[in-house]
């Protein structure tokens, strides 16, 4: 079977009302491509007839493909399973919510044929209450403040991407809230593009605080990944070394207060705070060095792999 131009991914859970309207509104959006395309609707769970739904559409257009977790694992599970079945070279993802207008992917395939590698929707005007809305925009602030990308929607549904993109980022927790970020560590352009926003119909929203809590948890993964990730001793190494410094710094005052009074030491609770800082610190560098030992072997075996590819079609591994 010819592989489509564009994989189309949208995952689903209790959407059953939303899911017909949502397949009319693509289907009429690609119409006016000159690409081929697939629908690739992953059911995240379902309890109401969602499933039924897509069986039945893609029965009738073999564009449509569906695929079904055997429970909820979550947005970013959903997501990463329609990327391991997605055929195209270019990726668009949106919500089946229909709040994302499926007449806008066309100009974000333009945006992506103009130059970039990925383009995230903004949602110049959204059409959610404004508790959703606040948390938002606290959120969008401080993700550009911490990751270095600057973008009024982190967390927009509605993206066009190089699979490839898909393929290299971890989807896993929360981070889907974060692929831009992290492409944008990876070295692809990414851009932004204001969307059409629409107020949901049917069902109910998937997000609560709760998700906004993990999200942060998840943000220090992403900061690790994009400070860090190609420099573990600066992360592990800079810890090891203030907590080396602050207790160096109490056994030399303890080391005083024995040598210059009379008052002993060796009950304080504050010597036992200074040895543990100073084997905290150590067990930090140390384990710094073998992450920057396991990297270097790693980015070797990369680089002849990339050395050999061009001659001869043979896998070798660095020695």
């Known amino acids: 079977m010819t592989s489509p131009e564009v994989s189309l991914l949208t995952p689903a859970k209790n959407e059953r009302d939303n899911l017909p309207r949502l397949f009319a509104e693509i289907s009429e959006a690609m119409e006016q491509q000159e ?15 969602s499933w039924q739904v897509i069986t039945e559409h893609a029965a009738r257009d073999p564009r449509i493909r569906g695929i ?35 007449a806008e992917i066309p100009r974000l395939l333009a945006e992506l044929d103009s130059g970039a590698d990925l383009v995230s929707g903004h949602k110049a005007n959204r059409q959610d209450p404004l508790g959703k809305r606040l948390p938002s925009k606290v959120f ?23 699979t490839e993109i898909y393929r290299r980022v971890p989807l896993y927790g929360e981070l889907h809230r974060y692929i831009p970020a992290l492409a944008h560590q990876l070295g692809y352009r990414v851009s932004e593009l204001a969307v059409h926003h629409r107020p949901r119909l049917h069902g109910t929203s998937k997000y609560g605080l709760e998700r906004y809590l993990r999200g942060a948890l998840d943000l220090l993964t992403v900061v690790t990944l994009t400070r860090y990730g190609r420099r573990p001793a600066h992360l592990f190494g800079g810890l090891g070394m203030l907590a080396g410094t602050i207790g160096t710094l109490i056994l030399l005052y303890l080391t005083g207060v024995w040598v210059f009074t009379d008052q002993p030491i060796g009950t304080r609770p504050l010597l036992t705070l200074g040895i543990l800082l100073e084997v905290f610190a150590v067990q930090m560098v140390s384990v710094g060095l073998l992450a ?14 990339v050395l050999v590819s061009d001659q001869t079609p043979v896998t070798r591994s660095a020695a």
């Open 35 to 49: 690409r081929s395309w697939e629908l690739l609707v992953v059911d995240d769970g379902s309890t109401d007839d």
């Open 140 to 162: 969008n602030w401080f993700t550009g403040l911490i990751t270095g990308l600057k973008l009024s929607d982190h967390n927009c549904g509605l993206k066009a991407a190089r």
């Open 292 to 305: 920057e030992l396991v990297l270097h072997r790693t980015g070797r075996e990369r680089d002849v792999e």
């Open 68 to 102: 079904r977790l055997r429970r909820n694992f979550g947005k970013a599970a959903a997501l990463a399973a329609g990327v391991a079945e997605a055929r195209g070279e270019l990726l668009v993802t949106l919500d089946a919510d229909l709040q994302d207008d499926p």
